[in-house]
């Protein structure tokens, strides 16, 4: 390969990895480029691209800005890289929920301008995705691809409308039908899941200016989550909490053994209202394997008095996908995280207390 269209190819790849950052090619090209946070530090514009990335995903649900108006693709690229670092590192789901979305709603944005055959290739290179770019006219709809019903589920398991129902969707031979805006948004769910579920152990301290924004992003999380607590702490109000966390409540009253994922979400979301660890330590008492040591030392693990991690329970999304949603309500078609539910309810619930 001649030395330009060498370039030509760099320049490509760099372009792509600066619209996908969270790609498999884009990951491989950062460690091509071998660059360091020590290196970035020095980066002004790479610092203030990061900041802005993160405040803007915890100030907004529009998606972030698109790389055509920030500075470069290298600083568009490098920022993703620095700010993912700084999720890992602050340790708050509320955090990571809300930069996977707006990263996911930026992704979306390119997605609907790519071609159909160039939306097929992400998804199957990323997520092995069976995604045919086949366009078919049937009762005068254009669709332009099909997906694997298998991949379809897994990625839309979080959405609540009725519209995205498998009933409610058009299949041949196993595949669903979409548009191109369909697929562009389920696209977004997979890439929102990928953010959500790939988190590294990354601890400070980091070099001076990352080091400065750490402590500066850190605050902020900090606040927004002790406003949000403070939104649903106080007098617990059960008839508030949603249908899926009445239902594990109800199982562990009739002594119904729970897998770890149904002990963790229905811990994690008591702590998150204000239960005491004694308190939901009494609910687990009719467990058949029950033994007080070990589950005090989950229950606290949980809450943060172990590490310095505290959990919230998983999204809709991620119970849908272990059946723990379940007796879904007409409130819940307006959330997407069991907190959520409960804050909103709670509001209308609680004058009657008073
Ligand atoms: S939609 Fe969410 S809040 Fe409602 S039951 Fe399902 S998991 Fe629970």
Redesign the pocket.
Known sequence: MNSKAGQMLEDTKIYEAAKYPWSISARNLLKELDVSLKEIDANAQVIQQTRRRLLQALETTEPLTLKSETSSEFVELASFFVAKVMVDAIKSMFFRRRWATAEAKRAERYFLKESDMKLATIAERNFNWQLDPKPTRIAGREFSHRLHFANYLAATAGF?EREWKLVNKRMVNGFVLLRKGDTARVLRAAVEQLLISDVKRVSPPFPPNIQQMYEELENVVRSRTERMKQEIMGEIVPEAF????KALIADMAEGKPLSHIARFTVTAFLLNVGMDVDAILNLFVKAPDFREDLARYQVEHIAGKRGSTEYTPPA?AY??STR??????K??EY????LA?YRRRRKWIKPKHS
């Open positions: 609540h949603p249908p899926c966390i809709c119970l849908v723990l949603c379940v007796n879904k309500d409130y819940c959330i997407r995280h069991p539910y």
